[in-house]
């Protein structure tokens, strides 16, 4: 399936930053992980820094999945509210998976320091009420996140009229997120790999897949062949035909980036990303080179023609309601663009071993607007799996739940 539409400003600004060559001969080592995406590559560099031989293959070229039409804010706020979460699992678990995405924004952060040359920078995160029937659920979040040692604050309307400018009910200000270039991290972190001795292999579809309780055997469409102790499936969207049950619903989610704005115009969104308590949901965050990048209307539309027909016409429509909130602020799109998106029930991944299964065959479905965060979550989960140890967000991000 074609994953994107229009131009993932990723991919144009970055281009092929580097070439991986198809596999052409059989290969063994630890792990093989299919898909080369944000997730492979985070999967990956977590399993190699602890000594396991890696091999990543992907069928198209790296990064190029949902990856390149990624918006990538970084957020510990999970799509369902933790009061809603902490219903339907408990309020330790809700706080669990809350506190292990706040700390994903550390993990990233530190990475990307590592890695270096992301666009990543640290951001604060308004969360306002679109409505005044939302003003009180978003009182509630707040209190319980509070309550919890979150770092946030209430700003009533006046507030957020003083400090952002725009009319809302009400809003959560959280000091805690940030923003990266995904595909730029995914191809640094997969050409650090390679040159550290790991396999990379691009423009390499798996065709056949064998497991069973010693490891995998995987079958490029060429024939070529990699043997493996694990197999990681971090094959995005695609990886849920390895599953019986449906685990998640695909969707289209919309974008645009403007040219560079002078900081004196952004203002405070030049460091602070703004997001609804509507759903679908508007967000918006700015780039290192002071664009700002403009997302959702997301729908149910999973054919990529069909999507690609409506581009524009949301690309307008989400620069219309950005106009209402920020009439200062030049809006025109200079690259838009749209990306299959899953969304699960509860707003949380599927990492870990699933009931169709053995042990032998880990998925990273790092599904919802949390995606990248879930990534770097899953990275260090499925290590421990793989290293046969237990670890805390098993019960919560994986098929137990
Ligand atoms: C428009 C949009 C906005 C988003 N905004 C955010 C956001 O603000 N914050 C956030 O955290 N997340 C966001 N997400 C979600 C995030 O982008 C995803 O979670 C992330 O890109 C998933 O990365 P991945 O590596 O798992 O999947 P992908 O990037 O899709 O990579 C999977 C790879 O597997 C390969 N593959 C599949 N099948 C095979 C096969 N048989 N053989 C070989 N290779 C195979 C594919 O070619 C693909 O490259 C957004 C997504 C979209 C589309």
């Given at each position: 399936?074609?994953?994107?539409?229009?131009?993932?400003?990723?991919?144009?600004?970055?281009?092929?930053?580097?070439?991986?060559?198809?596999l052409?001969?059989?290969?063994?080592?630890?792990?093989?992980?299919?898909?080369?995406?944000?997730?492979?590559?985070?999967?990956?560099?977590?399993?190699?820094?602890?000594?396991?031989?890696?091999?990543?293959?992907?069928?198209?070229?790296?990064?190029?999945?949902?990856?390149?039409?990624?918006?990538?804010?970084?957020?510990?706020?999970?799509?369902?509210?933790?009061?809603?979460?902490?219903?339907?699992?408990?309020?330790?678990?809700?706080?669990?998976?809350?506190r292990?995405c706040?700390?994903?924004?550390?993990?990233?952060?530190a990475?990307?320091?590592?890695?270096?040359?992301?666009?990543?920078?640290?951001?604060?995160?308004?969360?306002?009420?679109s409505?005044?029937?939302?003003?009180?659920?978003?009182?509630?979040?707040?209190?319980?996140?509070?309550?919890?040692?979150?770092?946030?604050?209430?700003?009533?309307?006046?507030?957020?009229?003083?400090?952002?400018?725009?009319?809302?009910?009400?809003?959560?200000?959280?000091?805690?997120?940030?923003?990266?270039?995904?595909?730029?991290?995914?191809?640094r972190?997969?050409?650090?790999?390679?040159?550290?001795?790991?396999?990379?292999?691009?423009?390499?579809?798996?065709?056949?897949?064998?497991?069973?309780?010693?490891?995998?055997?995987?079958?490029?469409?060429?024939?070529?062949?990699?043997?493996?102790?694990?197999?990681?499936?971090?094959?995005?969207?695609?990886?849920?035909q390895?599953?019986?049950?449906?685990?998640?619903?695909?969707?289209?989610?919309?974008?645009?980036?403007?040219?560079?704005?002078?900081?004196?115009?952004?203002?405070?969104?030049?460091?602070?990303?703004?997001?609804?308590?509507?759903?679908?949901?508007?967000?918006?965050?700015?780039?290192?080179?002071?664009?700002?990048?403009?997302?959702?209307?997301?729908?149910?539309?999973?054919?990529?023609?069909?999507?690609?027909?409506?581009?524009?016409?949301?690309?307008?429509?989400?620069?219309?309601?950005?106009?209402?909130?920020?009439p200062?602020?030049?809006?025109?799109?200079?690259?838009?663009?749209?990306?299959?998106?899953?969304?699960?029930?509860?707003?949380l991944?599927?990492?870990?071993?699933?009931?169709?299964?053995?042990?032998?065959?880990?998925?990273?479905?790092?599904?919802?607007?949390?995606?990248?965060?879930?990534?770097?979550?899953?990275?260090?989960?499925?290590?421990?799996?793989?290293?046969r140890?237990?670890?805390?967000?098993?019960?919560?991000?994986?098929?137990?739940?």
């Amino acid at each position: 399936m074609d994953l994107k539409s229009g131009y993932p400003f990723w991919a144009v600004k970055n281009g092929l930053m580097h070439a991986f060559p198809p596999l052409q001969e059989d290969l063994r080592c630890d792990v093989a992980i299919i898909g080369g995406g944000i997730t492979g590559a985070l999967v990956a560099d977590e399993l190699a820094a602890h000594g396991h031989d890696v091999a990543v293959v992907d069928q198209r070229d790296i990064g190029w999945g949902s990856t390149s039409a990624s918006t990538a804010l970084l957020q510990y706020e999970i799509d369902t509210h933790m009061v809603d979460l902490a219903k339907r699992y408990g309020e330790d678990n809700a706080v669990l998976a809350y506190r292990a995405c706040a700390d994903a924004i550390d993990l990233v952060a530190a990475k990307a320091g590592d890695i270096r040359d992301v666009d990543f920078a640290r951001m604060r995160s308004l969360y306002y009420a679109s409505k005044r029937r939302h003003r009180r659920d978003l009182e509630d979040e707040f209190a319980l996140r509070k309550r919890h040692g979150f770092e946030v604050e209430w700003l009533d309307g006046g507030r957020v009229k003083a400090d952002y400018g725009f009319d809302a009910p009400g809003a959560i200000l959280s000091a805690k997120a940030a923003r990266i270039d995904p595909y730029r991290m995914a191809y640094r972190l997969l050409a650090r790999l390679q040159k550290r001795g790991g396999a990379v292999h691009d423009r390499t579809p798996i065709a056949r897949i064998e497991v069973d309780d010693r490891g995998a055997t995987l079958t490029s469409n060429d024939g070529a062949t990699i043997k493996a102790k694990h197999l990681v499936m971090a094959a995005g969207y695609a990886s849920q035909q390895f599953l019986r049950k449906k685990v998640a619903k695909n969707r289209s989610s919309y974008a645009f980036i403007t040219d560079p704005i002078d900081a004196g115009t952004l203002g405070a969104l030049k460091d602070t990303m703004v997001w609804e308590s509507a759903r679908p949901y508007l967000y918006m965050r700015t780039t290192g080179d002071g664009r700002l990048l403009v997302g959702g209307d997301d729908d149910s539309v999973d054919i990529p023609a069909r999507r690609d027909a409506q581009v524009d016409r949301k690309a307008r429509k989400l620069a219309d309601k950005v106009a209402e909130l920020f009439p200062d602020v030049p809006l025109e799109p200079a690259f838009a663009w749209a990306g299959t998106f899953a969304e699960t029930d509860d707003g949380l991944p599927w990492i870990g071993v699933s009931p169709d299964h053995g042990r032998r065959l880990l998925f990273a479905m790092a599904y919802g607007g949390n995606g990248i965060t879930y990534s770097m979550l899953g990275a260090g989960l499925l290590r421990a799996l793989v290293e046969r140890r237990k670890h805390p967000l098993q019960g919560i991000f994986g098929f137990e739940r």
